[in-house]
């Protein structure tokens, strides 16, 4: 090794002082270490273990269509089942006598398609995982997120992952929640249902079948195809979740498919037990499919005006969940339990004022 | 860990020491398990504060959606689906991005946050800013918030807002302010994706206040489609709330904002880096009229030192027409303060037009105060301003306006000043009385002068000729008729034709005329012309370049001719013509553009404009002529020329012949263009 490599190496080497520093320093330098960690990794922590829980669920698929310009062979996939079960969009890629999967490791197998449910854009791919026990994502654990939440898309955008390289990650947000049959003719796209649309630039190639997840690990969504709107001429980042899918993906996997085609999320509530009025606050007319839930009056003598809310207060959150309209709020207030808290957030002018109600049976009230 | 010989420090405040680590340690595991299970605090904060933003926003968003309208503009299909706006005033007045209205609608319904519909009136569009702002017949809106002023930092969270995807809720986009006065000082620059499914929706920060609108822009384009191409990519505009609110208010009146211009030009290829020094001032300008000057250097502009010309650009950008702005230039040593009131408009200079002639005899004879002072009319031309206002032959123009008409030149040099469609009032003496006429100018007409445009000949049979015009006694003897001679020092050659009744006391036009290559055509050019020349007072002048084709080297030469000429003859300087056919219009026009100073006129017969000539000023005021055969392929392109010209307010005369296409000269043209070069003295 000559001189001019030392050069070069010491520059590479940690600051010169630790190399002559005495135990105090160092046990100085520990103790920082360990205190900016503790604050730096407060943000990176959560986003870390999901992407560590997400990845080795995550397969790159490579089939048909290479050669044809303009025509990418490559898609993502998830492993939804302890047999090998694997969800992605439905595409040319599958139309291959050879689809390979590979995993995040670099395990690579042939993948043979199970089903399609073309309406839904989605295939059910499955390799033979006899005893391998892979992990994969239980579709009864996968939730649903709101405007502004924080998401991380995993995907094989552009196939920039080879071999046992995971997939990308990108960050982002939920930007809205819409539904696609409200712009039918507007997409070429045989799905209308409800997706996410994501603030993050999703709509790569490749990145079909990719997974959107909360920041603490949950499943919430599957990247969709490439789709372009074709209103403004641009892209669409978006992803359908997976409540859309989950009952077709189980059918493919069971072959069962007497079960009914959707079933309802909707937990009935038991009774209308609680409503705005409960606490002494009257809404105004709800007049149109979403008249936003402004106070039209606050009854004398109740907790309302005991803790001050008043006429023109526009509600907006309750218990942090975003309330769009008075509809909204009254299930909202619906489903509060016995011995709950409830906090309302309102608009008061520029302002927003926070307010906290007990929760008790109206008779105690 | 090994705890063993500290060095420096005591083992007591070792131990201390690691204590301390080890308490932070069991902090970080609890924090670290916190996040496992949780997330991490800050996320969540931040995540609800997008919420929070977002929903403190949306009470002042309006859906907006459109029926009808043109679909492509700019290559760009425009925007069918909902767009987004942002309420300023209680009232009803809402401010959007122009470009959810390229297609210009038939109609525009507004939902408000509550899901109230309104049909909107656009009221009027910002050009400068890309903003439209819109009315409906509503109240109770909810206006938008402007942001505190330490919000309008980059690195600041930034939330783009629209409401398009859903009608129940907005849709957002996360980001950080990336830089403020960006697009030559008008915008905030973000990294929160800006696209049509916001552009109109307000940029929030983290409290919901409205930091600007979202628009497309682009440093380089001023349409509304300008900057489209940027969508998502992680630059996206907003114009600054509080300049946003002040457009709104402007526009209220109903009117358009438009970029506001001064009319100055730095060098072409000058780097934006450079020193602001002024190469061109533009004749009629804002700049022209407050004082500015060729040389100037702009120290700067709204109390605001500029140094480059990027500067200038910077502080210029944000100002609208009819804004007035301070500036301040060194020239020379001297520093000059200007108010510049900058306009939407850089009209082309075009002159005024009376509609006379003036009879020549008497340029340049008149001294002041004498009673012969003044522009006596020859003729006047039908249906023109002078004509209207009654004015005839032999009328004496003595006044313009308060200024005393002393000859041609200076009567010549206030008309050019003066606009079409300004009204002025003139002193005529008329049988000795004298008269006051007022009168409003026109522009100088394209087409050729009337078929019956008296020759000056004509004209001295009617008895006009001063008593004294037949005292040639005192006339210098030089030659008349067909000359063949050379400049001293130059091998080329030049022939000319010089009527043979020439009187020095008279004024004579000049042909010159360009030959094409290879063939001077002196001989039936001459045939001609010679007749014509004699009853149309003018001298023919025919420089030659026999052995190569005309090119700049040629420029001294033909120049040295002319200047030869009119040093020995009394050539008129408003009825100097150069005249070229086919090819050699190249040169023709090249040399008009180098010796701007050489020819009131230029005549090309079969020749397009090849070198766009500068821009149209009372200093390089040229009449065009531009002739051609009807058949003749270059046909379109002369008429794209002369469309041009007129674009630029040049006059430009067009010409065309039928008959045998290879004739030429072509006959019956020559007597037209005569009678044209007989009319560019005309006022």
């Not at chain 2, 049909?119 to 206006?143: C, F, Q, T, Y």
Request: net charge negative; glycine share 8%.
């Amino acid at each position: 090794m000559n001189t001019s490599l030392l050069t070069s190496h010491d520059a590479s080497k940690p600051p010169r002082t630790l190399h002559r520093c005495s135990r105090r320093a160092m046990l100085m330098a520990c103790f920082a270490t360990v205190s900016l960690t503790c604050a730096t990794s407060a943000i990176a922590e959560s986003t870390r273990s999901t992407i560590d829980y997400v990845q080795p669920r995550m397969v790159k698929i490579f089939g048909s269509g290479k050669g044809f310009k303009g025509f990418y062979a490559y898609s993502t996939g998830f492993l939804v089942s302890p047999e090998g079960h694997i969800a992605t969009v439905w595409s040319y890629v599958l139309d291959s006598d050879q689809v390979t999967v590979v995993l995040n490791d670099g395990r690579r197998f042939s993948a043979s398609v199970v089903g399609a449910e073309p309406p839904l854009d989605l295939a059910v791919l499955k390799i033979d995982a006899e005893g391998l026990q892979l992990p994969y994502f239980d579709l009864n654990d996968v939730e649903d997120a709101d405007l502004g939440t924080r998401v991380l898309a995993f995907s094989n955008m552009f196939k920039v992952a080879t071999g046992d390289e995971p997939v990308s990650v990108m960050h982002g947000v939920i930007a809205a929640k819409t539904n696609l049959s409200a712009r039918r003719g507007r997409y070429e796209t045989p799905y209308t249902g409800p997706v996410y649309i994501l603030d993050a630039v999703t709509n790569n190639p490749g990145a079909g079948g990719g997974v959107i997840a909360s920041r603490d690990g949950k499943l919430l969504a599957m990247i969709g195809k490439e789709l372009k709107n074709t209103d403004s001429s641009t892209w669409l980042n978006y992803a359908v979740p997976i409540s859309e899918l989950r009952v077709s993906i189980d059918q493919i996997i069971t072959g069962n498919f007497d079960a009914p085609a959707a079933e309802d999320d909707e937990t009935p509530v038991a009774g209308a037990q609680y409503r705005p009025e409960t606490w002494g606050m009257v809404l105004v007319p709800d007049v149109v499919y979403r008249t936003p839930a402004y106070i039209d009056a606050v009854r004398p003598g109740t907790p309302a005006e005991a803790a001050g809310l008043r006429s023109d207060d526009l509600i907006l959150f309750v218990n942090d969940k975003l309330v769009s309209s008075c509809r909204a709020f009254r299930e909202a207030v619906n489903r509060q339990e016995e011995g709950d808290t409830m906090k309302i957030v309102v608009r008061r002018g520029d302002q927003l004022v926070t307010f906290e109600f007990d929760v008790r049976s109206p008779e105690e009230q | 860990m090994r705890m063993s010989q500290p060095i420096t420090a005591s083992p007591r405040r070792a131990i201390a020491m690691m204590c301390l680590m080890l308490a932070a340690t069991a902090l970080f595991s609890a924090a670290a398990a916190n996040a496992q299970n949780s997330g991490s605090e800050l996320e969540d904060l931040e995540e609800r504060a997008f919420q929070t933003a977002a929903a403190m926003a949306q009470p002042s968003l309006v859906r907006i959606e459109t029926v009808g309208g043109i679909e492509v503009v700019d290559n760009i299909l425009t925007p069918t689906g909902p767009t987004t706006g942002v309420v300023v005033s209680s009232d009803g007045y809402l401010l959007s991005s122009a470009f959810n209205f390229i297609s210009r609608p038939a109609s525009i319904v507004v939902t408000t946050y509550e899901g109230r519909k309104f049909p909107a009136k656009l009221i009027a569009n910002d050009h400068l800013r890309m903003l439209s702002l819109l009315k409906v017949e509503a109240d109770g809106l909810i206006p938008v918030t402007p942001a505190a002023e330490e919000s309008f930092q980059p690195g600041r969270w930034a939330i783009a807002i629209g409401w398009t995807f859903d009608a129940e809720s907005p849709n957002i986009s996360v980001g950080i302010i990336s830089a403020v006065r960006r697009v030559w000082g008008k915008a905030i620059q973000t990294d929160a994706k800006v696209s049509p499914v916001n552009y109109g929706g307000p940029l929030v920060d983290l409290s919901g206040y409205a930091l600007g609108i979202l628009v497309p822009l682009s440093p380089d384009g001023n349409s509304a489609t300008s900057g489209v191409e940027w969508y998502d990519s992680g630059i996206g505009f907003a114009i600054p709330v509080r300049d946003a609110l002040d457009a709104a208010e402007r526009m209220k009146a109903g009117t358009d904002l438009r970029v506001g211009l001064m009319g100055i030009s730095f060098r072409h290829n000058g780097s934006v880096a450079e020193k602001p020094a002024i190469d061109r001032v533009q004749y009629g300008s804002p700049a022209q009229q407050a004082g500015l000057k060729e040389n100037d250097v702009i120290t700067a502009v709204a109390g605001e030192a500029v140094r480059r010309i990027a500067d200038v650009r910077q502080q210029m950008g944000r100002y609208y027409a009819d804004d007035e702005v301070a500036i301040i230039v060194k020239r020379g040593e001297d520093s000059l303060t200007v108010t510049v009131h900058l306009v939407a408009e850089l009209l082309p200079y075009e002159s005024g037009y009376l509609g006379i002639l003036p009879l020549r005899t008497s340029a340049g004879d008149a001294k002041p105060g004498d009673e012969s002072a003044g522009v006596t009319i020859r003729y006047v031309f039908p249906k023109s301003p002078a004509d209207e206002a009654g004015l005839q032959r032999r009328d004496r123009i003595v006044q313009f306006q308060d200024q005393p008409v002393k000859d041609y030149s200076q009567l010549r040099d206030l008309v050019s000043r003066t606009l079409p469609g300004d009204t002025i009032a003139l002193t005529v003496l008329r049988e000795q009385k004298k008269a006051a006429v007022e009168l409003k100018l026109a522009i100088i007409p394209n087409d050729l002068p009337p078929d019956d445009l008296p020759t000056r000949t004509s004209q001295i049979a009617d008895a006009e000729k001063p008593e004294d015009a037949k005292d040639k006694q005192g006339a210098p003897a030089e030659p008349t008729g067909r000359l063949n001679e050379t400049l001293p020092g130059r091998e080329e050659s030049y022939w000319a034709y010089v009527p043979g009744d020439y009187d020095p006391r008279e004024t004579y036009g000049l042909v010159v005329w360009i030959h094409p290559t290879g063939d001077t055509h002196e001989a039936i050019v001459l045939e001609r012309w010679k007749t014509i020349c004699d009853t149309r007072r003018l001298i023919l002048l025919g420089p030659k370049s026999e052995r190569a084709e005309w090119s700049p080297e040629h420029t001294d030469f033909v120049k040295e001719a002319i200047e030869e000429i009119a040093r020995r003859y009394n050539v008129d300087p408003f009825r100097k013509v150069i005249l070229s056919y086919r090819g050699a219009g190249a040169f023709a026009q090249f040399l008009v553009n180098k010796e701007q100073d050489l020819f009131a006129g230029v005549a090309m017969w079969q020749s397009p404009l090849l070198i766009p000539p500068p821009d149209h000023e009372p200093d390089n005021h040229w009449q065009w002529y531009l002739g051609c055969h009807e058949d003749d392929p270059m046909q379109p392109l002369i008429e794209k020329s002369v469309e041009k010209l007129h674009e630029m307010k040049y006059p430009a005369a067009k010409a065309t012949w039928a008959g045998n296409a290879d004739e030429f000269p072509p006959g019956e043209t020559v007597e037209d263009l005569a009678r044209w070069i007989d009319a560019l003295d005309r006022l």
